[in-house]
């Protein structure tokens, strides 16, 4: 039985066919609060067999067609109400959200009305693709449909827990595959909640299930998988890596990665609103403590400009309020994990040591908390080729480095093993547009502050190099939970 829908006593357990079920593993993994270091709860460590059993009901149920084979008005009515469902438990996601991973009940970025927003997307777009027919000879009516892959696996990551869960679920599901969901041991609560959700829907059980677990036993387990059809992976490059080596060493399932990211902000001295980009710098570096892949942690500011920006991003960091994450009037809470934390500190730690210059911050804030907080960092005189311009983070520690011209401008921002997100600052046109033929990663060219929707949830996203592989979001990410079926027609 499920407990009752997004409520901070909801169970963590394998959620296979519409119903919770017992975990085949013996072990636990502690859940802890990181606004305070306290645990409070546990959840199962997972095994290959909650997998297997997950796995072989999305299978069954893919096969008997109750949601493959669903007219899309269906499709479309069941995501719609779903959307309206986590709208409504948006409060409660949020919250539980907080007291997973620290990402503040206030800061309204990838939370839960986001994600029912993104769902309502997916709704809407379930009969919005179409095939191709080709031109052929008279005897023959050449055609390519598009059909959902099958068993899908998603694994996501702890950073935006609602929101990745639903960037997942709502093309998966809107192509009419069946979902198997992997979240993250430290934030798997809200991914229970939305199984529960999905069948207030009237979405048919067995079409989402969710094995929280380990990445060593439940994420490898799903990587292994012959049955599983397609893999959507959200998360570091390292364990991105080994999602398609499990492919490639099991049924060659196809893998969709978005992983690390160490995204550029370029500033141009040609006239630009510092004022403007100061608040959007440090916005973005302060959004979830600096967690998120496409974050702008390295800032590339033309040489004479500087000074007076770095005077603007210092203020801007100061005016915070840092606390627990499941206050209201928090604006920055903690990082996720004493883990994570530990692994920012050192990577401050050791950027003097490199020959950073240590601006502002640069150490752990309310430890009488018994909280992970990191006080927001500014290191300037930063070396490209350092281990803090090069390495992914994921804190909020920013990378200062200047440059003289274009040219050198792009060798640095592409430098990197990445190539997620590029932001681009400069009142000239063709200087962004130059800057977008350089830079191989995508790329926002601002004039100004960016405000409104822009493309909204229309947009697509592919990443470049070691950020990951496939295409995300808007209706090309839908195409990527469906196959291209060639249907070739010989006739008198």
Not at 147 to 153: D, E, H, N, Y
Request: one cysteine or more; hydrophobic letters at 40%.
């Amino acid at each position: 039985m499920l407990s009752e829908p997004c409520s901070a006593q909801q169970r963590v357990a394998p959620f296979i066919e519409g119903a919770l079920v017992e975990s085949q593993s013996d072990s636990v993994f502690e859940s802890i609060n990181p606004s305070t270091g306290q645990a409070f709860s546990t959840i199962p460590a997972g095994c290959r067999e909650d997998v297997d059993r997950a796995v072989a009901v999305a299978a069954r149920v893919f096969g008997d067609g109750r949601w493959s084979d669903a007219a899309p008005s269906v499709k479309k009515d069941r995501l719609h109400e779903l959307a309206d469902l986590i709208e409504e438990a948006g409060g409660a996601l949020d919250a539980l959200d907080a007291g997973d991973m620290g990402k503040p009940v206030g800061e309204t970025f990838g939370n839960a009305k986001s994600a029912a927003g993104l769902m309502r997307f997916y709704a809407e777009a379930v009969d919005k693709l179409s095939g191709d027919v080709y031109t052929s000879d008279k005897s023959s009516f050449v055609t390519q449909r598009r059909v959902p892959r099958g068993v899908v696996a998603a694994v996501v990551p702890w950073n935006f827990p609602t929101y990745n869960a639903v960037l997942k679920l709502a093309p998966a599901l809107a192509a009419g595959n069946c979902v198997v969901l992997k979240p993250s041991e430290l934030s798997s609560r809200s991914a229970m909640c939305i199984a529960g959700l999905a069948m207030r829907a009237g979405i048919p059980p067995g079409v989402v299930n969710v094995v929280p677990g380990l990445g060593e036993t439940v994420g490898q387990a799903l990587g292994l998988h012959p049955n599983v059809d397609m893999l959507t992976f959200t998360g570091s490059t390292q364990v991105g890596k080994l999602m398609l080596r499990y492919a490639g060493e099991s049924n060659m399932k196809v893998v969709m990665t978005e992983c690390g990211g160490k995204s550029p902000h370029i500033v141009f001295d040609d006239g630009m609103d510092l004022d403007a980009v100061g608040e959007a710098v440090a916005g973005m570096l302060l959004i979830n403590q600096g967690q998120l892949c496409s974050v702008g942690s390295r800032l590339l500011v033309q040489r004479a400009a500087e000074s007076a920006l770095l005077e603007r991003v210092s203020a801007c960091m100061k005016r915070i309020k840092i606390g627990d994450a499941l206050d209201a009037s928090t604006t920055f809470g903690p990082v996720v994990s004493a883990r994570q934390c530990s692994r920012i500190m050192h990577y401050i730690e050791t950027a003097e040591a490199e020959g950073a210059r240590l601006l502002t911050g640069g150490g752990r804030v309310l430890r009488e908390t018994g909280g992970y907080f990191v006080a927001p960092t500014i290191f300037h005189k930063v070396s490209p080729t350092s281990r803090i311009a090069q390495e992914e983070i994921f804190g909020p520690v920013l990378s200062v480095m200047t440059f003289d011209d274009e040219a050198e401008a792009i060798r640095i921002a592409n430098s990197t093993a990445y190539g997620l997100a590029t932001y681009v600052w400069t009142a000239n046109l063709s200087t962004g547009l130059r800057m977008a033929r350089g830079v191989r990663s995508s790329v926002w060219v601002n004039a100004v502050r960016p405000a409104g929707e822009g493309a909204g949830h229309a947009a697509s996203f592919e990443p470049a190099a070691q950020s990951g592989l496939g295409t995300e979001g808007g209706l090309a990410g839908m195409e990527s939970y469906l196959r291209r079926q060639l249907v070739w027609i010989n006739h008198a």
